[in-house]
């Protein structure tokens, strides 16, 4: 267990410099999100490992965007892997968070982890703990690419045939944050029909994930039907980095393609 | 302040899933899937995401109704157990005890299905007794 992060907090804590640091928890042997508060409590502080490395990880960021809609005048620390930081940037700018509110304590992730994620950057900049890991080349995307057209399709529309609709990847997700969904307009996608409709459903929240979707997988890991959310997000983000140079939390001043309104 | 996430087990049906309730200042806020629990293994269908709705549902039954004249009144609980207890009697005696049909739940516990298929068979004396989860 990081003595460095525990230090860190609880110096953090006893300076009152943060209301609470929201990390993870370690109770009759399961992970489970919390808002630290006392520096006691810190000794059973958990990293998200459990059986795997990171196989406990839970979306902080989104319980985060809660708690400062909760109490916008409070600062308080937060637990992030590479992912998360890049995705503490993008709600920076879609103004889910105040930067100035947020102290991000960081923490890098295990080999096996990069390449169970195939990730492009395992490690947050702001790292306290853990390797500086090195960048990941995936394989998954490159199956999809060299499939053609037509097989791509059927492919796709296979694994969405098993969707049983339980709006997991939705719910699960850090990056979404609309107060209306657009995957539960009943003028798009017929309701209490299953398997929502293909490949629709799918292709909605595809493109909703553009300069949003900052690759921590934690929709496929909530998917009940095995569907590889992911691979399916990380072709966005190939598209929008190929067609518009953007790539999605790597940068804190640069807008995405979805977040730039242009007046001609 | 206080924010955090308790452990319990979705009520909806009998396979057991783990979930977290979400508590931000004693109100319930949300449910995530508990990713450690070896029954799910951090999934929930969409009844198990929505779970944090129905507690503070203004529609959740949360007393006895008893049906006077066509319509349901509420009552205590103890004029609803004697009502239930009477009427039952009274089938039973005059109809037998196979006139009665018991269904349970899936929200309930094993411990309490057993208890009420124990009623079923011992007390009334039929073995009329399913489960919802069989409709
Ligand atoms: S995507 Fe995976 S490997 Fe990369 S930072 Fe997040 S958890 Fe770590
Ligand atoms: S990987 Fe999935 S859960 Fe994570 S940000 Fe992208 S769409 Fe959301
Ligand atoms: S998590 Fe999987 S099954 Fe559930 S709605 Fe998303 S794609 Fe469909």
């Known amino acids: 267990m990081s003595k460095k992060i525990k230090e860190t907090v609880r110096t953090l804590l006893v300076e009152g410099k943060i209301r609470g640091f929201l990390g993870l928890i370690e109770r009759d042997g399961h992970v489970m999100p919390h808002l630290f508060g006392d520096p006691q409590e810190l000794e059973h502080l958990s990293l998200g490992d459990h059986g795997r490395a990171g196989d406990a990880r839970y979306p902080l960021n989104q319980i985060l965007i809660q708690l400062m809609r909760a109490y916008p005048e409070e600062t308080f620390a937060v637990l992030v892997r590479g992912c998360d930081e890049r995705g503490l940037r993008e709600l920076f700018k879609w103004q889910q968070l105040r930067e100035e509110k947020v102290i991000p304590i960081g923490l890098g992730c295990p080999e096996e982890l990069a390449r169970a994620c195939e990730c492009e950057k395992p490690f947050p900049d702001n790292l306290l703990d853990g390797p500086k890991g090195e960048k990941v080349e995936g394989q998954k995307v490159a199956r999809v690419n060299a499939m053609d057209i037509d097989a791509r399709l059927r492919f796709w529309k296979a694994e969405f045939d098993r969707c049983i609709k339980c709006l997991g990847c939705r719910n699960i997700c850090p990056m979404c944050f609309c107060k209306e969904c657009t995957l539960e307009e009943a003028n798009l996608i017929d309701s209490g029909e299953i398997p929502p409709a293909n490949p629709t459903f799918h292709l909605v929240r595809a493109i909703h994930m553009v300069g949003r979707c900052i690759d921590c997988g934690l929709c496929e890991e909530a998917c009940p039907a095995d569907i590889p959310l992911r691979t399916l997000y990380k072709k966005v983000a190939e598209i929008v980095s190929e067609e518009f140079g953007y790539k999605t939390g790597y940068t804190v001043d640069e807008k995405s393609p979805f977040n730039i309104i242009e007046v001609k | ?135």
């Open chain 2, 1 to 135: 302040m206080e924010f955090k996430t308790v452990l319990t087990t979705c009520p909806y049906c009998g396979c057991g899933c783990g979930l977290l309730l979400e508590i931000l200042d004693g109100r319930l806020i949300g449910t995530l899937p508990s990713k450690t629990s070896p029954v799910n293994q951090g999934r929930l269908c969409v009844k198990g995401w929505s779970v944090h709705e129905f507690v503070t549902s203004p529609n959740r039954l949360i007393r006895p109704l008893v049906r006077k004249a066509d319509r349901l009144v509420e009552s205590s609980w103890d004029e609803a157990l004697d009502l239930s207890a009477r009427r039952l009697k009274e089938i039973k005696e005059r109809h037998g005890p196979d006139s009665i049909a018991v269904l349970t739940s899936a929200k309930c516990t094993n411990e309490e299905n057993y208890l009420l298929q124990k009623l079923t068979r011992a007390a009334i004396g039929t073995n009329n007794i399913d489960h919802c989860a069989r409709l």
